[in-house]
């Protein structure tokens, strides 16, 4: 199994402003994953990182506005820029990797609040 | 892309009920996921079940990939069940990781 730590964990930030958010697994992976979870709403994926290349967007994300680093295959970054406060919501790392259970399984980091002002 | 939705989005039970729930998708898949999210916002893989049916305690899955849904079944529930249960499916070749998340069924178990 696979844990996934994250910080922050939550806050608060002023319009305008860039928030980086870290994401760090206990064991090397290939691809990391990065969600975002709107209040109330389901989870959507961003992009997805892989170490020595550039990480690929969904459609309706672009670079500009979260850039995103893999710097080696534990770790990796997400940026939010420019910050309004549509995007306030929950932003969750994750990645896929072999269970207790004997199969894979999708791990999921404790997320990072974030509420714009 | 493909389409996940879950019903019902909303279910409210008394401890010790059971329920199902159900997840439609539109397109044949790689995998289908049930993760349970709590109310701190910590999400918990509950079964990696492309096809078949999987039991873990109270809890058990089926997929019919063939019909394209799959089922939750929660037995004697307690009110730790309570939280959002979502499916989540990879679709496609090149998907390989990439989730797409139904809505979610928002579970509440009173004591």
């Known amino acids: 199994s696979a844990v996934i730590s994250q910080k922050p964990s939550r806050d608060i930030c002023q319009r305008g402003t860039s928030l980086t958010i870290q994401c760090q697994v206990d064991s090397q992976v290939t691809m990391m994953f990065w969600y975002r979870q709107q209040p109330g709403q389901s989870l959507t994926l961003i992009a997805t990182a892989n170490q020595g290349s550039e990480a690929t967007y969904e459609s309706g994300f672009v670079i500009d506005k979260f850039p995103i680093s893999r710097p080696n295959l534990t770790f990796s970054t997400l940026t939010v820029s420019n910050m309004s406060p549509e995007d306030s919501s929950i932003y969750l790392c994750?990645?896929?990797?072999?269970?207790?259970?004997?199969?894979?399984?999708?791990?999921f980091g404790p997320g990072t609040r974030l509420t714009v002002l | 892309g493909i389409q996940v939705e879950q019903s019902p989005p909303d279910l409210i039970l008394q401890e010790g009920a059971n329920s199902t729930l159900r997840c439609n998708f539109s397109?044949?898949?790689?995998?289908l996921q049930w993760f349970h999210q709590n109310p701190w916002g910590q999400l918990i893989n509950l079964f990696y079940i492309p096809s078949g049916t999987k039991q873990n305690g109270r809890l058990s899955a089926t997929t019919v990939a063939t019909e394209r849904y799959s089922l939750l079944y929660i037995s004697s529930s307690q009110t730790t069940d309570s939280g959002v249960y979502f499916c989540?499916?990879?679709?496609?070749?090149?998907?390989?990781?990439?989730?797409?998340f139904g809505q979610g069924t928002i579970l509440t178990v009173h004591p």
């Open positions: 397109d044949s898949v790689n995998n």
């Open positions: 989540a499916v990879e679709s496609g070749g090149t998907s390989y990781g990439k989730l797409t």
């Open positions: 994750s990645v896929e990797s072999l269970g207790d259970r004997g199969y894979n399984e999708q791990f």
